[in-house]
């Protein structure tokens, strides 16, 4: 087998010895000073990739939208003088000819210029509709049926300070086993004397379309705008100036109606998101059916009575 040598410096040549199978070789390290550290630091901090760069266009055309939605009929007008004044001094006949090519040519420069200001007529007419947050006009409503075990308690007011907070959404009614176990946030307000919350009809919500229809479903319904829709009118107890609704089954027993402030203000995440925060719901209210089975009895033997 042929060894290994490990030179130190120089080393007399009868002090060398072979190394053996077993001997630990030791690397070298070279000591770094103080300044080629400092300077390795120093490198360090520092970025040395490529710098983002700006889009001024990008920056640009949102901060003057007037100027550029009115740009196509400046263009099409100087292009149509263009074409006037050219026709004056040429010495041309005012009159189109169809033999003379000068003729034809400022027949297409006229065309492309009036469609340039007809794109500026439009541009200037069809203006986005601005979406801003409502306040919901109603009263503020925390009911909350009695009787529920405090773990159902906390974790449905945990629902509503993480939708409340995260989301658009200023109102929160939860439905399970046909009674109302929370009504939360901004109400519709009464037409009684007392001023307070419109109360919510468990019973009739149930058996309209929207329930009916998640429940064929089993899947959310997002009202992103919900003046647009003709099931508004079963959802009396939100405010009237309510955005946007989201409808999430609770299992088979239940539902939760969340109510927004802007129109189409729920975005993705958030609709997938309540969608995980219903299931989790429905499972916390599933442990405890037997004890909202008796609330709901209750209830019932309350409004025959």
């Not at 990008?58 to 074409?83: F, Q």
């Amino acid at each position: 087998m042929e060894a290994r040598t490990f030179l130190c410096g120089s080393v007399p040549s009868h002090l060398k010895r072979p190394l053996r199978r077993f001997d630990p070789v030791f690397p070298r390290f070279v000591r770094a000073s103080s300044s080629s550290s400092t300077s390795q630091e120093g490198e360090r901090g520092q970025y040395r990739g490529p710098k983002p760069r700006k889009d001024w266009a990008a920056d640009w055309v949102p901060n003057n939208e007037g100027t550029v939605r009115s740009l196509p009929i400046y263009v099409g007008g100087a292009s149509l003088l263009a074409v006037l004044f050219n026709r004056a001094v040429s010495g041309i006949a005012p009159v189109a000819d169809a033999s003379s090519s000068q003729s034809r040519a400022d027949l297409l420069t006229l065309g492309l210029a009036v469609t340039n200001i007809l794109t500026g007529l439009v541009w200037l007419s069809i203006r986005p509709k601005s979406i801003s947050v409502v306040k919901p006009e109603g009263v503020e409503c925390r009911r909350i049926q009695s009787g529920l075990p405090e773990l159902v308690v906390s974790e449905l007011l945990w629902v509503w300070e993480s939708l409340s907070t995260v989301t658009c959404c200023r109102s929160l009614v939860i439905i399970y086993d046909s009674i109302c176990i929370m009504q939360i946030g901004v109400a519709a307000k009464s037409s009684a004397e007392d001023g307070g919350a419109v109360a919510v009809n468990p019973v009739k919500l149930m058996q309209g379309t929207l329930y009916q229809g998640i429940k064929k479903s089993k899947a959310q319904n997002y009202l992103a705008n919900l003046s647009l829709y003709p099931g508004r009118s079963e959802l009396p107890f939100l405010p009237a100036n309510t955005q946007a609704v989201i409808l999430q089954p609770l299992g088979d027993n239940g539902i939760a109606v969340i109510g927004g402030d802007t129109i189409r203000g729920f975005t993705t995440s958030d609709q997938t998101w309540i969608a995980y925060i219903g299931e989790k719901l429905d499972v916390t209210l599933a442990k405890h059916a037997g004890e909202i089975s008796v609330l709901t009895q209750e209830s019932v033997q309350r409004s025959n009575s």
